[in-house]
C-alpha cells in the first residue's frame, strides 16, 4: 500500500523559512515526478513544484527565487524549501507522485505566514 506523509508545516511570520517533506513508502518512486501543491480556502489547488527527476525543476511563477524542491531518491523524499514566505503563500501544502496516469496525494500540511 502506497502511503506519503508530510511533515514540516506551521505557522511563521512573513520573510521567514520553513521546509516541508514527503516520505513515500510501499514502493520505489525513481522513476516518478515528484512535486508540490498547495491550495488556499476558496482557492483551486495549484501546482507550487516539481522535480521530475533530480536534474530538472519546474516553479510557478509566484515561487521562483523563494522555493526550492529537491528530492532524495534513496530515501522515497521529496523536499519543499520555503524562503522570503509571503502571507499570499498560506494554503495546504500536499505533495504527489506521479507517472503516467497514476497519481499519488499526500494528506496535506498547513502552511500559515503571518504579517
Known amino acids: 500500500q502506497v502511503q506519503l506523509v508530510e511533515s514540516g508545516g506551521g505557522l511563521v511570520q512573513a520573510g521567514g523559512s520553513l521546509r516541508l517533506s514527503c516520505a513515500a513508502s510501499?514502493?520505489?518512486?525513481?522513476?516518478?515526478?515528484m512535486g508540490w501543491f498547495r491550495q488556499a480556502p476558496g482557492k483551486q489547488r495549484e501546482l507550487v513544484a516539481e522535480i521530475p527527476r533530480a536534474d530538472r525543476t519546474i516553479y510557478a511563477d509566484s515561487v521562483k527565487g523563494r522555493f526550492t524542491v529537491s528530492r532524495d531518491n534513496a530515501k522515497n523524499t521529496v523536499y519543499l524549501q520555503m524562503n522570503g514566505l509571503k502571507p499570499e503563500d498560506t494554503a495546504v501544502y500536499y505533495c504527489?507522485?506521479?507517472?503516467?496516469?497514476?497519481?499519488?496525494w499526500g494528506q496535506g500540511t498547513q502552511v500559515t505566514v503571518s504579517s
Open positions: 510501499g514502493r520505489t518512486f525513481s522513476s516518478y515526478a
Open positions: 504527489q507522485l506521479r507517472r503516467g496516469i497514476v497519481r499519488y
